[in-house]
């Protein structure tokens, strides 16, 4: 058996997770995925895909949503 395939959490290149009540137009679960140079949130419920910003220190992971923008 092999063990050294995954290790831990920390992805080098992408990353993926879901942020619960993280879409700020219905308050659904938003999932966001993050890559070199470009991050995107999308909410499966209403289908709001946002570009926030996302920072991360230490374990926590902090997201903000720039304004919408208007319709
Ligand atoms: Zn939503």
Redesign the pocket.
Known sequence: MKQSEKTGEQATELMEFTLSGG????????SVRMSPGAIRGY??????ISKPLIWQSGKEVSILHPPLAEA
Not at 23 to 30: F, L, N, Y
Request: charged residues 15%; proline residues 0%; aromatic residues 8%.
């Open positions: 879409c700020v137009v219905c308050g659904g679960e938003m909410c499966g419920r209403c289908s709001w």
